[in-house]
């Protein structure tokens, strides 16, 4: 078997130029296979893991993934707000540790604008429990003073250029992002007579909050004062220093994170919340609505799998295939070895020795390739068990893919050397 | 050394026989001239002596070992020891030096490294035979696809000789050669055959080499026989 080794490499050597092409294919079915499961895994993980350290989302009665995609993922709307009363009514409850009110509608350039108090960078988490961080500058005030201050997340900062002290204003209604793009300089902004001031750039999380604009809900309330049923008054233009004169405080808000003092009476104040008389409410927990929402998605990650699937499969066939091809530029080869004394097992070991390393060379290759595209790209997570498996079966189908040709060459190589057909 | 006893063979089972041969006999040592029409089974008959095909009928035994008597592995391991072949053409693997060609037979097969330790191995045998098949020495560390293809068929031949199996079977080794080259080949051929003691069976239309070799097997005439029989 030793001597076979350096037959292999000679062998190889000298039909380098079409081996280099199985390895180039076999590298990028690799790659693209990789990429998908990572992408997959991604996803999954960074949809898991967008909201932690809440106990509760309670919003009008609607769908919980409707409320839960709206008031984590800013996606969709709620057809109904809830009343800043029973918010406070919420807070005292003897179970509720802390409420933070969230109200959305408003955007600025695509992003997301959400309104809140300056408890929502204290309590809200994503991950396993990793708070928000403050990457520069400070959360804004609750008081009058923080009126006009924003907190945007990582991505905002990034994409927008963005730093501390710059001026932004905030257009009235969620618009999409590629338009608002579009219109960043024939449209003015609805409320560009309130310019807001940068105070904070939070650290990247890899979840909605790097796409999000926060502000005071004062200063939605400030932003709206001289609007009536979503369009501005007419003639009715309230100047942003005048505004601090009037009562900010919100009535009614989109939704509320709750947080408790002790896990266990989560489905007693979920109880609370649904039975509430004054208003239809809903408790929803965060867990089990991404579960709901993940298994509509789920279909997304079904059709993803299909693919790498499909990847795969067609990547081995098409190794057979190239490999099946190649043997018969081999016929000649092979039979001389088989002329000299060389049984059909060397022949065997041959071709599954140039299937293993070609293999080989291409898995990690593709590996390579798709590392590099990925560091390249986004941010990734690491997941080295499945990797490995994944490697592995590659390699176990690679090297299955070269005994079929195998076989067929050792039928062929000895009549063809004796009764030579050229 | 060879030994038929009455066959036939068909290369599919209802077809007509390709063919069919009375007993045949040959002494080690000796030189024979097998020829023939085109596709009279000149091939085939050097396939079964080979132990690649099996006649339908009948036995063919060499150095006394019935073919069909050893499993394929076992016929693979018995051809590697005791038979050396000589294509038309193509006998080589272009990627490897002409020396390396040679001494291919011995990874292969232990029996015939064994005999290489007289001339002092495989590296040295090897030289002894291309030297005696007049390939000079600057020749040995080139690549096998630089040889022009005289040069090709000698390496061919040496390789056959290493080890000094008991048969050589040679199919139309000269045809891929111009007449000027093949009375050459043909003599180093004959020559280093019977100071190796080899058996050698020689497939060829070029009749004017008849007379040089000690059997002259003609195949319609052996057929006749065997349809006689």
Same mark, same amino acid.
């Given at each position: 078997?030793? *001597? !076979?080794?350096?037959?292999?490499?000679?062998?190889?050597?000298?039909?380098?130029?079409?081996?280099?092409?199985?390895?180039?294919?076999?590298? $990028?079915?690799?790659?693209?296979?990789?990429?998908?499961? #990572?992408?997959?895994?991604?996803?999954?993980?960074?949809?898991?893991? *967008?909201?932690?350290?809440?106990?509760?989302?309670?919003?009008?009665?609607?769908?919980?993934?409707?409320?839960?995609?709206?008031?984590?993922?800013?996606?969709?709307?709620? &057809?109904?707000?809830?009343?800043?009363? *029973?918010?406070?009514?919420?807070?005292?409850?003897?179970?509720? *540790?802390?409420?933070?009110?969230?109200?959305?509608?408003?955007?600025?350039?695509?992003? &997301?604008?959400?309104?809140?108090?300056?408890?929502?960078?204290?309590?809200?988490?994503?991950?396993?429990?990793?708070?928000?961080?403050?990457?520069?500058?400070?959360?804004?005030?609750?008081?009058?003073?923080?009126?006009?201050?924003?907190?945007?997340?990582?991505?905002?900062?990034?994409?927008?250029?963005?730093?501390?002290?710059?001026?932004?204003?905030?257009?009235?209604?969620?618009?999409?992002?590629?338009?608002?793009?579009?219109?960043?300089?024939?449209?003015?902004?609805?409320?560009?007579?309130?310019?807001?001031?940068?105070?904070?750039?939070?650290?990247?999380?890899?979840?909605?909050?790097?796409?999000?604009?926060?502000?005071?809900?004062?200063?939605?309330?400030?932003?709206?004062?001289?609007?009536?049923?979503?369009?501005?008054?007419?003639?009715?233009?309230? &100047?942003?220093?005048?505004?601090?004169?009037?009562?900010?405080?919100?009535?009614?808000?989109?939704?509320?994170?709750?947080?408790?003092?002790?896990?266990?009476?989560?489905?007693?104040?979920?109880?609370?919340?649904?039975?509430?008389?004054?208003?239809?409410?809903?408790?929803?927990?965060?867990?089990?609505?991404?579960?709901? !929402?993940?298994?509509? $998605?789920?279909?997304?990650?079904?059709?993803?799998?299909?693919?790498?699937?499909?990847?795969?499969?067609?990547?081995?066939?098409?190794?057979?295939?190239?490999?099946?091809?190649?043997?018969?530029?081999? #016929?000649?080869?092979?039979?001389?070895?088989?002329?000299?004394?060389?049984?059909?097992?060397?022949?065997?070991? $041959?071709?599954?020795?140039?299937? !293993?390393?070609?293999?080989?060379?291409?898995?990690?290759?593709?590996?390579?390739? /798709?590392?590099?595209?990925? $560091?390249?790209?986004?941010?990734? !997570?690491?997941?080295?068990?499945?990797?490995?498996?994944?490697?592995?079966?590659?390699?176990?189908?690679?090297?299955?893919?070269?005994?079929?040709?195998?076989?067929?060459?050792?039928?062929?190589?000895? /009549?063809?050397?004796?009764?030579? #057909?050229? | 050394?060879?030994?038929?006893?009455?066959?036939?063979?068909?290369?599919?089972?209802?077809?007509?026989?390709?063919?069919?041969?009375?007993?045949?006999?040959?002494?080690?040592?000796?030189? @024979?001239?097998?020829?023939?029409?085109?596709?009279?089974?000149?091939?085939?008959?050097?396939?079964?002596?080979?132990?690649? +095909?099996?006649?339908?009928?009948?036995?063919?035994?060499?150095?006394?070992?019935?073919?069909?008597?050893?499993?394929?592995?076992?016929?693979?391991?018995?051809?590697?020891?005791?038979?050396?072949?000589?294509?038309?053409?193509?006998?080589?693997?272009?990627?490897?030096?002409?020396?390396?060609? @040679?001494?291919?037979?011995?990874?292969?097969?232990?029996?015939?490294?064994?005999?290489?330790?007289?001339?002092?191995?495989?590296?040295?045998?090897?030289?002894?035979?291309?030297?005696?098949?007049?390939?000079?020495?600057?020749?040995?560390?080139?690549?096998?696809?630089?040889?022009?293809?005289?040069?090709?068929?000698?390496?061919?031949?040496?390789?056959?000789?290493?080890?000094?199996?008991?048969?050589?079977?040679?199919?139309?080794?000269?045809?891929?050669?111009?007449?000027? +080259?093949?009375?050459?080949?043909?003599?180093?051929?004959?020559?280093?055959?019977? %100071?190796?003691?080899?058996?050698?069976?020689? @497939?060829?239309? %070029?009749?004017?080499?008849?007379?040089?070799?000690?059997?002259?097997?003609?195949?319609?005439?052996?057929?006749?026989?065997?349809?006689?029989?």
């Amino acid at each position: 078997m030793n *001597s !076979l080794l350096g037959i292999a490499r000679r062998s190889a050597w000298n039909r380098r130029s079409t081996l280099v092409w199985v390895v180039v294919s076999l590298a $990028l079915a690799t790659a693209l296979l990789w990429t998908l499961e #990572r992408l997959r895994h991604d996803i999954r993980t960074s949809f898991a893991q *967008s909201v932690s350290g809440v106990d509760l989302i309670v919003g009008a009665r609607s769908s919980p993934v409707q409320l839960m995609l709206f008031s984590v993922f800013h996606i969709g709307s709620v &057809p109904q707000s809830m009343s800043m009363d *029973s918010v406070r009514a919420l807070a005292q409850h003897r179970s509720v *540790s802390w409420v933070v009110p969230l109200s959305l509608g408003d955007s600025h350039r695509g992003y &997301p604008v959400l309104g809140t108090t300056a408890a929502y960078f204290k309590h809200f988490a994503h991950g396993d429990k990793q708070p928000l961080v403050l990457q520069q500058g400070a959360a804004f005030a609750d008081t009058l003073d923080g009126l006009y201050e924003a907190v945007i997340g990582a991505e905002v900062a990034r994409k927008m250029g963005y730093g501390l002290g710059q001026s932004i204003t905030l257009g009235h209604g969620m618009h999409d992002h590629d338009h608002a793009h579009e219109a960043t300089d024939t449209q003015v902004d609805e409320h560009a007579d309130k310019p807001f001031k940068v105070v904070g750039i939070l650290a990247p999380t890899g979840t909605p909050v790097d796409r999000t604009v926060h502000v005071s809900l004062q200063a939605l309330e400030a932003l709206h004062l001289d609007w009536v049923a979503g369009t501005p008054m007419p003639g009715g233009n309230i &100047p942003a220093e005048q505004a601090r004169k009037f009562k900010l405080e919100p009535k009614e808000v989109t939704a509320a994170l709750v947080g408790l003092k002790s896990r266990a009476a989560v489905f007693n104040v979920q109880r609370f919340v649904n039975q509430y008389e004054a208003e239809a409410l809903m408790g929803v927990m965060p867990g089990v609505a991404l579960g709901e !929402l993940w298994s509509v $998605l789920g279909l997304g990650e079904n059709a993803l799998l299909a693919v790498s699937a499909l990847v795969a499969l067609v990547s081995v066939v098409s190794l057979m295939a190239v490999v099946l091809a190649g043997l018969n530029e081999r #016929r000649r080869e092979l039979a001389v070895l088989r002329a000299v004394g060389a049984a059909p097992r060397h022949v065997l070991g $041959l071709l599954t020795l140039e299937g !293993l390393w070609v293999t080989g060379a291409g898995v990690l290759l593709g590996v390579l390739l /798709a590392q590099t595209g990925m $560091l390249l790209g986004a941010t990734w !997570l690491q997941s080295a068990l499945g990797i490995r498996l994944q490697m592995g079966a590659v390699l176990l189908a690679g090297m299955l893919a070269s005994l079929g040709p195998a076989w067929r060459a050792y039928r062929l190589s000895l /009549a063809d050397g004796l009764s030579p #057909r050229v | 050394m060879i030994d038929i006893e009455p066959l036939r063979f068909a290369w599919t089972r209802a077809g007509a026989d390709t063919l069919a041969l009375g007993p045949l006999h040959l002494a080690a040592g000796q030189t @024979v001239f097998l020829h023939g029409p085109s596709g009279c089974g000149k091939s085939t008959l050097l396939g079964l002596l080979a132990g690649v +095909l099996s006649p339908q009928q009948g036995r063919v035994s060499l150095l006394g070992q019935d073919w069909a008597a050893l499993k394929a592995g076992q016929r693979d391991s018995f051809r590697a020891d005791h038979v050396g072949v000589i294509f038309q053409q193509f006998n080589l693997l272009p990627y490897m030096s002409v020396l390396d060609n @040679v001494t291919l037979p011995c990874r292969f097969s232990a029996l015939r490294r064994g005999r290489c330790q007289d001339a002092g191995g495989p590296e040295a045998s090897a030289q002894h035979w291309l030297q005696r098949m007049g390939l000079t020495s600057e020749l040995w560390g080139r690549p096998a696809a630089a040889l022009s293809v005289g040069q090709q068929q000698r390496v061919a031949a040496a390789r056959a000789l290493m080890g000094q199996p008991e048969l050589i079977l040679a199919d139309e080794p000269t045809s891929a050669l111009d007449a000027a +080259l093949r009375h050459g080949f043909m003599d180093v051929l004959l020559q280093a055959a019977r %100071d190796a003691g080899s058996t050698l069976v020689c @497939v060829s239309h %070029d009749e004017q080499q008849a007379a040089r070799f000690d059997v002259q097997w003609s195949l319609p005439a052996l057929q006749q026989a065997g349809v006689g029989a």
